[in-house]
């Protein structure tokens, strides 16, 4: 199993919110990228939107990519998407800020601008980034 970080605009978060998560649409040239992606590997999910924030976490419920259409839900047309289950979802106040943990994840410790390192919208994260996060994520659930 893999982890993966997934970044997307508040907008479209609540589409896939409404539509229970089911799917995520990605541009096209996330398509080889996104079709590494292995049922059961585990997507956690920022949101920017100026909120810089992880939402939620799901999980990969069908290999492969999949046409989304001409344009799907979303504000911004995606050709294609991955199937997602959720596991984790925080309420918008539960929702844990990037800024808590800048430092303690190695994809935005070593850069001086971690803002540029959060605009890739699909990225393969080592199991002890995702433990920091999922970690958080699950602090603030329990807190709630």
Known sequence: MMYWLLVERLENWEVDRKEGFRRFGLPANKKQLASEMKKGDKLIF????GLSKFADIRE???????????RGSYDTAFPISISTKPLMTLDLLQWVPIHDLISKI????THKDWRQVMRTSLRRISDDDADVII??????????
Do not use: H, K, P
């Not at 920022?46 to 939107?49: A, D, F, R």
């Not at 190695?106 to 410790?109: D, N, Q, V, W």
């Not at 970690?135 to 709630?144: E, H, K, L």
């Open 135 to 144: 970690s958080a994520m699950t602090r603030a659930a329990q807190a709630a």
């Open 46 to 49: 920022y949101v920017s939107s």
């Open 60 to 70: 990969v419920s069908e290999e492969g990519t999949f046409d989304l259409g001409v």
């Open 106 to 109: 190695s994809i935005t410790a």
